[in-house]
């Protein structure tokens, strides 16, 4: 039965697509192939999510090894879910970028520019995918170091020593987390997270298990830029090509999120985690500084592309936010973020795209007055705003509810009101932006404008938009499989 | 106490070269030296991992009659993987550092953040 190898195709795929896309002559087939490739990945997602809400948990034994020896592959509601974010943002970011493309990169490097996006999606996919430690670091890789080259492509000279840097942190945060996979070998002699689990408990108390649990954790906290190792993060989505600030401001963080979640809930345990460990002293301070150090930030940022990459260092913040409560009412918030904040994001970032593939610059006072010549795209930076402020109607209010509901069930009324107060610091920026926008006299910059974002660019950009107001108003579909993959993690 | 240092030798020599990676990182400001770091960083994991698959008296993981003890392979394997990603990581930041020579005409972290301050 096909549904059995949902998980396999769901990696393969794109693996195989990308070499096969850098052979592809200078044409638009090579954007039309990876499209392609990434839509398959998208209903591959989609049939496997019904599978796995319909059968339960989705397993596949690569070479048909079985479980602790060989790899395998495990799919249970939190991976269907973030494999579902991770393709749907894929596919419609590359549907979307063939303007975007055609603008900043030479014409010469499209094929290999598409190839190296369909690694990076493949390295996601497959971190997602998996249920071995060790092929979590191989796909961590195969994502980085695409990434750093595709940050690279960037206009600007800057996009080099951005890539760079994040080249440098990336490296140490993943051989950390190798150094952690080893540690736990060491003292389990296995690689499968769920048999990790098991072992674990059985030898709890090694102090080579704590080590290794402090690895895992600085090192995927650095790839998720927590404060403070966030350092890498705003230079590299401000100067990476468009269409790679929006593909990775909303999938590669929410990635290194869910290898959070995995960690600390499935391969050490709650228990271990909260109770013997008191992660919850450590990640809840952090956690509150990155929203209130990035909220304040943002607000003096000179160029918005930079803007929103401190906005998204604070949302980081509200998602650990969730983690250190350490109830289920918080995890729940924190996987609702986490979904919301991928689209809300990810129309952001559009929105930018689609600035500059007409005004062919970030800076906000090159944006004055150009709400007159594109009116569609300044609407949808509006929504967009307003829904990562959290006004209700919008996806972004359900999180910061869910969030403040879980703060007040400690009975924390200084945490809701930091919430509440970030919230009103994302008025002030977002506010800035749209203030430039509308109410400003035309930029020169703006005055030769005379059309529109591209159409299917604009209409990308607004589907994302809806999105974020339909899961503001029907909130079943996200709210059940947080609260499905929650039960699933704490159990 | 010396003995407990001369039997576990090779995890110091890992721990050593794994700050002194480390410490060249953080440290330097020169863009290829900072790679040469990383690359000693990321070698001290390698024989981390292979000392862990170590068995005493073990020969090497080869079917062959008259020897029963092995070393552990699989650690091997998971670092031949490791070596690769490695290599692959020094490329990409390599040519990386080309292009920023190329642009910028200099491999100086503070060189390059003063031309950037100034074109700011």
Redesign the interface.
């Known amino acids: 039965m096909i549904a059995q190898h949902y998980p396999i195709l769901q990696v393969a795929i794109p693996l195989i697509a990308a070499p096969l896309c850098s052979l592809l002559p200078k044409s638009r087939l090579p954007w039309l192939f990876a499209t392609v490739i990434s839509w398959f990945t998208f209903i591959i997602s989609l049939f496997l999510m019904q599978h796995v809400r319909s059968h339960g948990v989705v397993t596949y034994a690569l070479g048909n090894w079985a479980a602790p020896w060989g790899i395998q592959y495990h799919i249970d509601v939190i991976s269907a879910f973030v494999l579902v974010i991770v393709s749907a943002i894929a596919s419609i970011t590359l549907l979307a970028s063939r303007k975007l493309v055609e603008n900043e990169i030479s014409a010469s490097k499209h094929s290999l520019f598409y190839a190296a996006f369909l690694l990076c999606l493949t390295g996601l996919l497959g971190i997602v995918a998996t249920g071995d430690a060790?092929n979590v670091?191989?796909f961590l890789?195969i994502s980085s170091?695409s990434s750093?080259?595709l940050i690279?492509m960037g206009e600007n000279?800057?996009a080099?020593?951005a890539?760079?840097e994040y080249?440098?942190m990336g490296?140490?945060g993943?051989?950390f987390i190798?150094?952690g996979i080893?540690l736990l070998?060491?003292q389990t002699g296995t690689l499968n997270m769920l048999d990790l689990q098991v072992r674990i408990h059985e030898i709890d108390g090694f102090r080579s298990v704590h080590a290794a649990f402090a690895f895992f954790t600085v090192g995927i906290c650095l790839k998720l830029a927590l404060f403070p190792l966030h350092h890498w993060l705003p230079n590299a989505y401000a100067y990476a090509p468009s269409i790679i600030s929006i593909f990775l401001a909303a999938t590669a963080t929410k990635v290194a999120l869910y290898l959070l979640y995995r960690v600390f809930y499935t391969i050490f345990g709650f228990e271990f985690s909260f109770d013997t460990l008191n992660l919850g002293y450590i990640l809840l301070p952090l956690s509150i500084i990155a929203i209130v150090i990035s909220a304040f930030t943002a607000i003096y940022q000179p160029d918005v592309k930079r803007l929103l990459a401190y906005s998204s260092l604070g949302q980081i913040g509200y998602m650990t936010l969730g983690i250190a409560i350490g109830t289920q009412a918080g995890l729940i918030a924190s996987i609702i973020h986490l979904f919301n904040h991928a689209f809300i994001k990810g129309s952001l970032f559009l929105c930018m795209a689609c600035i500059v593939s007409r005004i062919h610059s970030n800076q906000l006072v090159h944006l004055a007055g150009a709400a007159k010549v594109m009116p569609w795209t300044c609407a949808a930076f509006v929504v967009g705003g307003l829904a990562l402020i959290g006004v209700p109607l919008t996806s972004g209010f359900i999180s910061k509810w869910y969030l403040v509901l879980a703060v007040l069930e400690n009975d924390w009324w200084w945490l809701a009101i930091i919430v509440l107060f970030t919230s009103l610091l994302s008025v002030i920026y977002i506010w800035r932006v749209v203030e430039q926008m509308y109410f400003h006299e035309p930029h020169d910059k703006c005055v030769g404008v005379k059309q529109e974002a591209p159409l299917l660019l604009l209409i990308c950009t607004w589907v994302m938009i809806l999105s974020t107001i339909y899961f503001g108003i029907n909130t079943s579909y996200p709210v059940e499989m947080a609260t499905l993959a929650a039960e699933a993690l704490l159990n | 106490m010396l003995e407990y240092i001369s039997n576990h030798y090779n995890y110091w020599v890992s721990i050593l070269l794994m700050m002194a990676g480390?410490y060249i990182?953080i440290d330097h400001t020169n863009?290829l030296k900072?790679l040469i770091g990383?690359n000693i960083?990321?070698t001290s994991?390698f024989i981390?991992?292979i000392s862990?698959g170590k068995v005493d008296g073990g020969t090497a993981p080869i079917l062959e009659k008259g020897y029963s003890s092995f070393s552990n392979p699989?650690?091997h394997v998971?670092i031949l993987?490791?070596i690769v990603?490695s290599v692959?990581?020094t490329a990409?930041?390599l040519a990386?550092?080309v292009?920023?020579n190329n642009?910028?005409n200099s491999i100086e972290e503070e060189e390059?953040e003063q031309i950037?301050l100034e074109?700011e």
Do not use: C, S
Request: glycine residues 4%; hydrophobic residues 65%; proline residues 2%.
């Open positions: 060790f670091f191989v890789e170091l750093y080259a690279a000279r800057k080099l020593t890539a760079y080249l440098i490296t140490i993943a051989t190798l150094i080893g070998y060491m | 480390l990182v863009l900072k990383l960083f990321q994991v981390l991992f862990l699989l650690p998971l993987t490791a990603v692959a990581t990409v930041g990386l550092v292009n920023i642009r910028f390059i950037e074109e």
